[in-house]
């Protein structure tokens, strides 16, 4: 019997890229004619013909499956969503945006097929995407690295093969803002991986933007490391003790001096804004936390399905 390889496409607004990555999908698993295969697309309510296209192709191609989600959920929750409805015995991610080259699928596959449970791909080119996303990027990595409970491998993105032992395990954490790079290397598997050069879109224009990069960074630093808190408590303490402790020296040199020392009002109006905007930092430490514990609670479903294509139920 063979084995299944399930491929996931998350898409949005990608109309100049889906047929092109569709047939370059194709040609590669009917190379590769040992395993039988599924492409599932992830449409993550396209705004553009992306929805229309997608209907087209999985209306001619049965080894195409669509879903269509019912709002742009974002794209962690849309990829997980995608990758828990698969059936196959290993799962390959691919963008549409052909940054990361598909032809690399046979080597992921030769590699898995040796018995490494998930295989990555690994950036070389880390300044991708601009001057200002690369040097954010490289910040990010060294900040993680020093503060993450978890490992962080440098240069991946989650891009290459999952063992569905390893989403079995992933599906079961019942994650609601899914950060499988994070989750997989936190369970203890250690991923193969494999060098690559990401490459320039091939056509569109990329929706991510430089804040929502710093949304992801933030959501995943609040995922996988406590650290923070401890360092707006650390951050308090030392306040207070740097307080008490100046306010023990105006005391002292007021009693030496008491007739000519005049502190002014200066140090109280610096004191009192240094004091509030360290508090307002430890309190945002704290609001990140507690709306991360808030939408784990809504147990809200990662997407709601508008439609779906080619799916056996």
């Known amino acids: 019997m063979k084995k299944k390889i399930s ?68 794209p962690s929750r849309s990829i997980a969503n995608a990758l828990f409805r698969t059936t196959g015995d290993a799962v390959i991610g691919v963008p549409c945006d052909f940054q990361e080259p598909p032809e690399m699928i ?3 596959l030769e590699k898995w097929e040796e018995g490494h449970k998930v295989v990555w791909g690994q950036r070389r080119n880390l300044r991708t995407g601009g001057f200002r996303i690369g040097i954010f990027r490289m910040l990010y990595y060294k900040m993680v690295r020093g503060m993450s409970e978890s490992v962080e491998i440098e240069g991946c993105t989650g891009y290459g093969v999952l ?44 929706s991510f933007t430089f804040l929502r990069y710093l949304n992801t960074a933030l ?13 707006a408590t650390i951050l308090g303490l030392l306040t207070a003790s740097g307080s008490f402790i100046a306010a023990l020296v105006y005391l002292v040199l007021k009693i030496i001096n008491w ?31 507690v709306g991360a514990v808030l ?10 399905e508008r439609k779906s294509l080619n799916f056996d139920e």
């Open 7 to 74: 491929i996931v496409t998350p898409c949005y607004n990608e109309a100049l890229n889906i047929e092109a990555m569709h047939l370059a999908i194709k040609r590669i698993m009917e190379d590769l004619s040992k395993y039988d295969y599924e492409h599932i697309f992830a449409d993550n309510c396209s705004t553009d013909e992306t929805p229309e296209l997608l209907e087209h192709i999985a209306a001619s191609d049965k080894n195409v499956k669509v879903v269509f989600n019912m709002i742009n959920y974002g």
């Open 106 to 108: 046979p080597l992921f």
């Open 163 to 206: 063992d569905r032992e390893v989403l079995n395990h992933l599906k079961w954490i019942g994650d609601p803002e899914p950060f499988f790079r994070n989750a997989v290397t936190a369970m203890g598997y250690k991923p193969y991986l494999i060098p690559y050069e990401q490459k320039a879109r091939r056509a569109g224009k990329s």
């Open 219 to 231: 959501t995943s630093l609040i995922a996988t490391t406590k650290l923070p808190l401890r360092f």
């Open 259 to 289: 007739q000519n020392f005049d502190a002014g009002v200066a140090p109280l109006v610096v004191g009192l804004f240094f004091l509030g905007g360290v508090q307002l930092i430890c309190i945002g430490i704290v609001g990140e936390y």
């Open 295 to 304: 939408t784990r609670v809504k147990r809200r479903p990662l997407v709601i």
